[in-house]
């Protein structure tokens, strides 16, 4: 359970307490099941990790802010395509941009993005 929400806790205490009235905890259920609206958000993102060009994407954007022409060379894909895997990224979250002139500029949103890559790898490494 998580420390940052002691709420999730005691709801999960009670259920433990619960295992003699089936309508109780059936009620303590719902009150700790995820939003739907944090499911949807966790999906997106899930969704936008789920491809291995935005992956590479973010393996460059962890080195450094990159405009959309050095992720055209990293991708070695054409600008509609570079420009379709940013745009799900940065609906998802994971990636911001600004102009300069005529340039897009990228770069990671937050680097938390970072640690859940790197937990892939140690679970994929782990046989």
Not at 57 to 72: I, K, M, N, P, T
């Amino acid at each position: 359970m998580s420390d940052a929400d002691p709420s999730h806790d005691e709801a999960y205490s009670a259920l433990e307490r619960l295992y003699d009235d089936p309508e109780e905890r059936i009620a303590a259920l719902r009150d700790i099941r995820t939003s739907e609206q944090d499911v949807t958000d966790q999906e997106a993102v899930f969704k936008a990790l789920g491809n291995e060009d935005r992956l590479r994407v973010l393996s460059a954007l962890r080195e450094s802010e990159c405009c959309g022409c050095e992720l055209q060379i990293v991708l070695d894909a054409p600008q509609s395509t570079v420009a379709t895997h940013l745009r799900k990224l940065r609906e998802a979250g994971l990636v911001k941009s600004r102009k300069k002139g005529k340039w897009s500029y990228y770069r990671i949103a937050d680097t938390a993005v970072f640690d859940l890559l790197d937990l892939a790898q140690a679970i994929e490494g782990d046989d």
